[in-house]
Every structure is written in structure tokens, then in C-alpha cells.
């Protein structure tokens, strides 16, 4: 069985999946990658097989980060929200038992 920040960490990860697959649904995001991907190719097109090789590389380094930035800016978004829970449950019900 796993462990709850390993199960917290399981989900945050599946979300953020959820999320970018909507996201990359979107108009706006469809544009700007067209663009990316007509650059990319315009750049490619210039490069001997070793800088290709070098450029694949850099591309994966780009999606790693990219992606550990995303769960991480949800992991402390969860976090935040919690904290936030707690700081306006009261406030929000004042007359409530809790």
C-alpha cells in the first residue's frame, strides 16, 4: 500500500496530465505550437546530424523540466488550498458547528 504523500503525489501527477491534455485542446495553445513546430523545422533543417542529435536532446531536457515545473506548481497549489481551507472556513461558515 502506498503511502499517503506517494498516493497525494500519484494523483497531482494524473491531474496535471488531465490538465495539459485539455489545455492542449485549446485554440490559443494550438497556434502557438504550430508556430513552435514550423520554427523548430525551419531551425532543423539548418542543422548536420550531430547538432540534430544535440537539439533532440535539448527538446527532452525542455519536457522533463517542463513537466516537473508543472507538478510542482500544482503540488503547492494543493498545499496552498488546504492552508486556505483552514484559514477561511470559518470565516466563510461562522455559524456552522465546524
Given amino acids: 500500500m502506498k503511502k ?4 497525494c503525489k500519484d494523483i497531482i501527477s494524473k491531474r ?3 490538465i495539459c491534455d ?6 490559443w ?6 508556430k513552435i ?4 523545422t525551419n531551425i532543423y533543417a539548418y542543422l548536420n546530424d550531430d547538432a540534430k542529435n544535440e537539439f ?3 527538446d527532452d531536457l525542455k519536457l522533463e523540466i517542463s ?12 498545499k496552498d488550498g488546504m492552508s486556505m481551507r483552514e484559514l477561511l472556513t470559518p470565516i466563510l461558515t461562522p455559524n456552522s458547528s465546524l
Fill in 4 to 7: 499517503l504523500p506517494e498516493l
Fill in 16 to 18: 496535471c496530465v488531465e
Fill in 29 to 34: 495553445y494550438l497556434n502557438i505550437q504550430e
Fill in 67 to 78: 513537466n516537473k515545473i508543472i507538478d510542482e506548481i500544482y503540488m503547492q497549489a494543493f
Fill in 56 to 58: 533532440n536532446d535539448y
Fill in 22 to 27: 485539455s489545455i492542449s485542446q485549446e485554440n
Fill in 37 to 40: 513546430i514550423e520554427k523548430r
